[in-house]
């Protein structure tokens, strides 16, 4: 993808575990779920599937997410899976992210920090 404002994009299946719900709150629903997800003009949405995707039909009603300060990073204190990167956003939920392989997580990280980089909160 291409950097600065232009916008990066990605969009892909992952596996994805909320750690966190809020600074200091653990999440109540903790378990590992396959979500289609999206980033698109600063934000990462979740579906079922592509399907879901192109329809706009939301995972379970979530609204999609603001990468605008957050945190995106591998998962080396995350053992039980590989290929795990980890997103903390600005208000305090965390997300871990378990890619295929070592080589779309690091794609993913690397889409998502640009987004981060590139968003309107970054300066
Ligand atoms: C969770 C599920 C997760 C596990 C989590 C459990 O239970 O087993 O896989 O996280 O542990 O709470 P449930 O499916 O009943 O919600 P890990 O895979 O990371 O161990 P946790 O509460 O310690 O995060």
């Not at 809020?22 to 903790?30: D, E, L, Q, S, V």
């Not at 003009?41 to 995707?53: E, N, V």
Request: aromatic share 10%.
């Amino acid at each position: 993808g291409s950097s600065g404002s232009s916008g990066e994009q990605m969009e892909g299946m992952l596996c994805r575990k909320q750690e966190m719900e809020a600074f200091g709150k653990k999440a109540a629903n903790r378990s590992w779920q396959n979500v289609y997800c999206v980033l698109r003009r600063g934000s990462l949405g979740f579906y079922k599937d592509a399907k879901a995707a192109s329809a706009g039909v939301p995972y379970h009603g979530e609204v999609p997410v603001s990468l605008a300060r957050a945190q995106g990073s591998v998962a080396f204190d995350y053992r039980k899976r590989k290929h795990v990167f980890k997103l903390g956003l600005q208000d305090g939920k965390e997300y871990l992210f378990q890619a295929k392989d070592e080589a779309e997580m690091s794609s993913w990280l690397r889409v998502v920090n640009a987004a981060i980089a590139s968003g309107p909160s970054s300066g």
